[in-house]
């Protein structure tokens, strides 16, 4: 038995394209689920009977729900009715509609977090709902969900490894195939490892940046100071 | 309409609140001219707040009618973010916008609701600031004030809209006790610019110094309404002298 630790640097370019589908994977899954969650939330803060009642039992649904359940329901249920993806797009859509339940609640938290005085200030001014969620609640909301949202970010770039599944070559998926015929598991399977590590360290470390960047004195997460 | 309701800056006609079991407003009547200030007193949860709030409608009124010269704003139709630019309020704990320097907390009003250009807005936000005299805290944020500091920028805020009407609702009282001078130095200074001011507070030294009238309510309705004077002197109801002399010895009575 071969007891050395062999890399085979031919391997890297591969990796290297399933690591780039990772992040093209992530990245509009996020944006998507940033979008959708964003609306999820404002419906859940500021409206009430049905739209309401939609709104949580999204969330409710796609938050008590294994993402891993979802994604084969889009990717091998839906063609029995007819809806047919290429594996990203279901890993893009599964993923999206996932990340935005999750998405929608941190956005609640940040915008109920904001004191409730300020959106009676700016109605005073004159500004209709849709300007005090603008100008007021927004930019507080969009700073206070930095930190829960990084999370959310690192999350979802390691679950995006279960998109191996529908055969979509992202990085876990590059990794398996080459695994495969190279019987190189524990060393391919570090290398991927390693990989994964190296890009959640970057985004948190320039998510964390930007909320230093962006920070302003006295706005915390529970609005209140003293 | 009636005719008569443009010759007065506010009128306010019946107005009634209820919050569930508990009636806060049971009928309150009446008008302000130009350039008057009255003071409202009165005990905690006798509707001072509420009616304030009604004036503004950042509370719904029950029943009852308020006109601002001849714009109703209790209108069914009614274009009530409009009439609403036109009256300042300036709140009991201040409430500036956490993520904006002074300035900015100013300049927003003019710039996002009337839609003033930002440069000409800008002077208007520092024209403000001035006149409470914060010109050189303009790129602070409200947690870099204190508490007078923070109530003056929110008075600055509430003028840079050119306001026909300030409504202050407890302006002083969350402020610590030295900061209080501070507060109602602008106030005075506003009221006899001829700002028309109607005021919810328990200083007696500012009441007696620049209120045309005091309004005194018990029970979610006007009991007594005179200037400050006479009320202090020759109190009509046997409540109001009770509770002129409780306020004396809690505040005192000058500055």
Known sequence: ?226 | MNSDSADHLLRVEDVHKRYGREEVLRGVSFTMERADTKVIIGASGTGKSTLLRCINKLTDPDQGRVWLENQEITGRRAPVNRIRSQMGFVFQDFNLFTHLPALDNVRIGPQRVKGIRRREATTLAQEALATVGLKEKAQSYPAQLSGGQQQRVAIARALAMSPKLMLFDEPTSALDPELIGEVLEVMVKLAKEGMTMLVVSHEMGFARTVADEIIFMEGGVILEQAPPESMFRNPQHKRTGEFLRKISDLYGESE
């Open chain 1, 1 to 226: 038995m071969d007891m050395q630790l062999v890399f085979d640097w031919a391997w890297l370019p591969r990796l290297s394209d399933g690591l780039i589908v990772t992040m093209q994977l992530t990245g509009a899954c996020l944006a998507g689920g940033a979008a959708l969650g964003l609306l999820l939330s404002l419906a859940r803060v500021y409206t009430r009977g049905p739209v309401y009642w939609l709104a949580s039992a999204y969330v409710q649904f796609f938050r008590g729900t294994p993402l891993l359940v979802q994604l084969m329901i889009i990717h091998f249920g839906l063609p029995t009715v007819g809806i047919r993806f290429e594996p990203f797009i279901s890993g893009v859509v599964a993923m999206g509609l996932n990340t935005a339940a999750y998405q929608a609640e941190y956005f609640r938290g940040a915008i109920q977090s904001v004191r409730s005085g300020q959106t009676l200030a700016a109605r005073s001014l004159g500004m209709s709902p849709l300007q005090t969620v603008r100008y007021i609640v927004l930019p507080q909301a969009l700073r206070l969900v930095i930190p829960p949202w990084s999370n959310e970010l690192v999350y979802m770039l390691k679950y995006s490894s279960i998109v191996y599944m529908i055969g979509v070559s992202d990085l876990m998926g590059v990794g398996r195939t080459i695994s495969a015929r190279s019987f190189r598991f524990l060393e391919l399977f570090i290398v991927v490892a390693m990989m994964y590590l190296a890009v959640v360290l970057i985004l948190t470390f320039a998510l964390r940046w930007l909320e230093r960047r962006v920070h302003v004195p006295g706005l915390t997460t529970t609005g209140r100071r003293g």
